[in-house]
């Protein structure tokens, strides 16, 4: 079993910054694809920014909307990944949560590829 807890979500303004967190338990977390996903008031679950690692490469994707402003990176040492987010807009208001999947059967940006989440973190962008 895999327990994901995030942190570092809260209030800031438009154009600022805010980086989260997200640690995780167990001893293989360097084997896990891990996720960050978003999901507003009203709307879907949707897929913000992963990264992949192997001995041998690390790969990140990003959803449209964020690439340029989102970073992820993770820290296997640590057993921890990020998201560091700049130039936030209130758009990017949403809980977010974080998620590990070994597989990736559907592929990086699909929730349901995830074996593990997070209970989530808020961020608000006011204008």
């Known amino acids: 079993q895999v327990q994901l807890v995030e942190s570092g979500g809260g209030l800031v303004q438009a154009g600022g910054s805010l980086r989260l967190s997200c640690t995780t338990s167990?001893?293989?977390?360097?084997?896990?694809?891990m996720g960050w996903f978003r999901q507003a008031p009203g709307k879907e679950r949707e897929f913000v920014a992963a990264?992949?690692?192997?001995?041998?490469?690390?790969?990140?994707d990003y959803a449209d909307s964020v690439k340029g402003r989102f970073t992820i990176s993770r820290d296997n040492a640590k057993n921890t990944v990020y998201l560091q987010m700049n130039s936030l807009k209130p758009e990017d208001t949403a809980i977010y949560y974080c998620?590990?999947?070994?597989?990736?059967?559907?592929?990086?940006?699909?929730?349901?590829?995830?074996?593990?989440w997070g209970q989530g973190t808020q961020v608000t962008v006011s204008s």
């Open positions: 167990g001893r293989t977390f360097s084997s896990y694809t």
């Open positions: 998620a590990a999947g070994l597989r990736l059967t559907y592929g990086l940006g699909r929730a349901v590829s995830y074996d593990y």
């Open positions: 990264i992949t690692f192997t001995w041998s490469d690390r790969t990140s």
